[in-house]
């Protein structure tokens, strides 16, 4: 079986399913874990909110500049990407805290 038709096999698809659903899953502990994480590490959880409005912010800024004709096509491409991979890692990691998961 190829590698298309095995992404079109309904076992395989349940399987992957099957195996996010489980990472999603949270623990009994997840809420208090996610309590003590904040508690214990105001400083880090300070600095996860601190960098995901950075990138917020410049995301909107970029889009702004573009739209008045100071960023060129590629230049927006290029920035716009890196700042979504960027907001995506730090809100992740937030999701993993929170859900007392670990998706990537």
Do not use: C
């Amino acid at each position: 079986m190829d590698e298309q038709e095995s992404k079109k096999d309904p076992t395989k698809i349940k399987e992957s399913l099957d195996d996010i659903v489980h990472k999603l899953e949270q623990d009994s502990s997840s809420s208090t874990s996610w309590g003590d994480f904040i508690t214990s590490n105001k400083e880090d959880w300070e600095n996860i909110k601190k960098q995901i409005q950075e990138r917020q912010r410049a995301l909107k800024q970029l889009v702004t500049d573009k739209k008045a004709g100071l960023v060129g096509i590629n230049e927006f491409e290029t920035k716009y990407r890196k700042l979504q991979d960027e907001l995506a890692e730090l809100e992740i990691a937030v999701y993993n805290r929170r859900l007392g998961t670990n998706v990537k």
